[in-house]
Nanobody
Framework: QVQLVESGGGLVQAGGSLGLSCVAS????????MGWYRQARGKQRELVAT???????NYADSVKGRFTISRDNVKNIVYLQMNSLKPEDTAVYYC??????????????WGQGTQVTVSA
């Protein structure tokens, strides 16, 4: 089991920047991917960015060039730096971790979510 605690988020004007962070605890040695998803009101949850244990990153087309994901594998923290924010980035952002063990297989863990609101 992996527990996730998010911080950051808030209210910002369009064109501004915000940073999110997420600390993982528990069975962190089993983590092989960390990332962020978001869910806007009335919409499905969507991928924002992910970072695998080998350093590969993946971004949604809508955030490429504006958002940067990074992680500290020693402290088990994943960050999301969001620049040039747009009103359409307004959503609840969720930290995500995928871990694997031979006993339990693939497990997914989610943070509690943090609100990001971008005003026009």
């Amino acid at each position: 089991q992996v527990q996730l605690v998010e911080s950051g988020g808030g209210l910002v004007q369009a064109g501004g920047s915000l940073g999110l962070s997420c600390v993982a605890s528990g069975s962190t040695s089993l983590i092989n991917a960390m990332g962020w998803y978001r869910q806007a009101r009335g919409k499905q949850r969507e991928l924002v960015a992910t970072s695998s244990s080998n350093g590969d990153t993946n971004y949604a087309d809508s955030v490429k060039g504006r958002f940067t994901i990074s992680r500290d594998n020693v402290k088990n923290i994943v960050y999301l730096q969001m620049n040039s924010l747009k009103p359409e980035d307004t959503a609840v952002y969720y930290c995500y971790v995928r871990s694997f063990s031979i006993v339990s297989g693939t497990l997914e863990s989610w943070g509690q979510g943090t609100q990001v609101t971008v005003s026009a």
